[in-house]
């Protein structure tokens, strides 16, 4: 008798090995007796230009798939290299499951599926698994893209490497080294850590020893450009960097239902890395009360995110790293604060509310010297001291001083948003209190 198990269970590590040590040569918990319904017979038309993966594909009908003679990839990689060379699209056929019923259907990997440089190109797929075997590499890379679109079910990895790397390295499309006006579309993408707290099957306590592994979505422009594409992740768990951008990934549009269970959710640009730029993310971030998570950690700039929060580390909401400048981030509030270390003031926070995110208000400086509001939101300066000014100046990160002769009154109130200077001029020094504005 075939076990069936869930599918919660299969995405996690130990089910996932378990489940391949049957022997079945790409193939899930393979029944004696077929599964799924002979496509020998499909309607003339219904395949029309395009190569179909099926379940047990060729001995069901399809072009490829598990059976294919020698694949590595359950036929995966076959049929994007006779599509390429035919001019075809692609679809992967799902099946719906039914629990203790039948089996899902999985498409196991045993070595990296590269989806070769593509133009005016469509995959569709079902809600199947893709699952990638190794314990290292990236289960799915994709080269130089334009004008396609991708859609996915479910990719699982046990992987230090990537679940999905975006990574132009080809001079393809129109000769570019690019990816760009592209859909993609993922049901999920799980990292090596797998999908449960606990880390295996139906454990939702969260093991504070267990590692998360790996990236779910990586679009790695070091190669060439990331450009003006569409991606949207339903579900991205168990991995140390949930979403990652990195060198020349621009003016992308991100949309991630949930990504949790990570170490890092969202992650744009590095440490030696402050160039990804315009991109657009919208997510909610949970961690699950993973030690020291972070929901997003900025190093680029000029990046637009909306975001939600869920259980981070104290100040792990939002983390403005020493080169991250003119980030716009808008979220319903920040529970757990933020941590800002940019060198450049002008990171900007939108929120509902500033609870959480404490207002700095500096010292009054010496006469003739200038003060930054380094705060992520603009603020209230108001005056409950009117001091002895004889002069007094404010401008912004880049502008000229807009400068007003005269003193202070008791009461007065201006604002400064990130990155604008004050300097005041005075015999006695005025005293004042800052107050954040969402």
Not at 47 to 74: A, Q, Y
Request: net charge negative; hydrophobic share 35%; charged share 20%.
């Amino acid at each position: 008798m075939t076990d069936f198990i869930s599918r919660r269970r299969y995405l996690t590590r130990a089910a996932v090995i378990g489940a391949l040590g049957g022997g079945a040569a790409g193939a899930f918990a393979a029944s004696e007796t077929p599964r799924h319904g002979d496509l020998a017979e499909l309607p003339v038309g219904w395949k029309l230009n395009r190569v179909l993966v099926t379940p047990e594909g060729p001995d069901d009908g399809g072009d490829f798939g598990p059976r294919t003679p020698g694949t590595r990839t359950s036929g995966l990689q076959e049929a994007l290299d006779a599509a390429k060379e035919q001019v075809k699209d692609v679809y992967i056929c799902g099946g719906s499951w039914t629990t203790d019923v039948n089996q899902p259907v999985v498409y196991v990997l045993h070595e990296t599926l590269r989806v070769p440089w593509m133009q005016d190109f469509r995959l569709e797929s079902g809600h199947c698994v893709i699952h990638y075997a190794p314990r290292t590499g990236d289960a799915v890379v994709i080269d130089s893209q334009m004008s396609c679109a991708y859609r996915f079910g479910l990719i699982v990895s046990v992987s230090d490497g990537a679940v999905v790397r975006l990574a132009p390295t080809t001079a393809g499309p129109d000769r570019f080294k690019v990816i760009t006006s592209t859909d993609f579309h993922f049901n999920a993408l799980v990292g090596g850590g797998g999908a449960w707290p606990g880390g295996e099957a139906y454990d939702s306590q969260l093991n504070k020893r267990h590692r998360w592994i790996g990236t779910g979505l990586c679009l790695d422009g070091s190669t060439g450009a990331i450009d003006g594409n569409r991606i949207i992740a339903n579900e991205i768990v168990g991995c140390e960097r949930g979403i990652q951008l990195s060198a020349a990934t621009t003016h992308n549009s991100i949309e991630a239902t949930l990504v949790h269970l990570c170490q890092n959710h969202v992650e744009i640009g590095g440490s030696d890395d402050p160039l990804p730029h315009d991109n657009r993310v919208q997510a909610h971030l949970e961690s699950e009360d993973i030690e020291s998570a972070v929901g997003a950690r900025l190093f680029g700039h000029d990046n637009f995110l909306d975001l939600t929060f869920g259980r981070m580390a104290a100040g792990g909401d939002v983390v403005f790293e020493p080169s991250a400048r003119d980030n716009l981030v808008q979220g319903m509030r920040f529970p757990h604060g933020i941590t800002n270390r940019a060198a450049v003031p002008t990171n900007r926070i939108v929120a509902n509310t500033l609870v959480n995110l404490p207002t700095e208000t500096p010292a009054v400086p010496v006469s003739g010297e200038s003060v930054t509001n380094r705060n992520p939101f603009p603020v209230e300066v108001r005056i409950t001291g009117a001091g002895d000014v004889r002069r007094w100046s404010e401008a912004s990160q880049a502008g000229q001083p807009l400068a007003f002769d005269g003193g202070l009154r008791r009461g007065q109130t201006f604002t400064l948003n990130p990155g604008d200077r004050l300097t005041l001029e005075y015999d006695a020094p005025p005293a004042w209190v800052w107050k954040g504005i969402g």
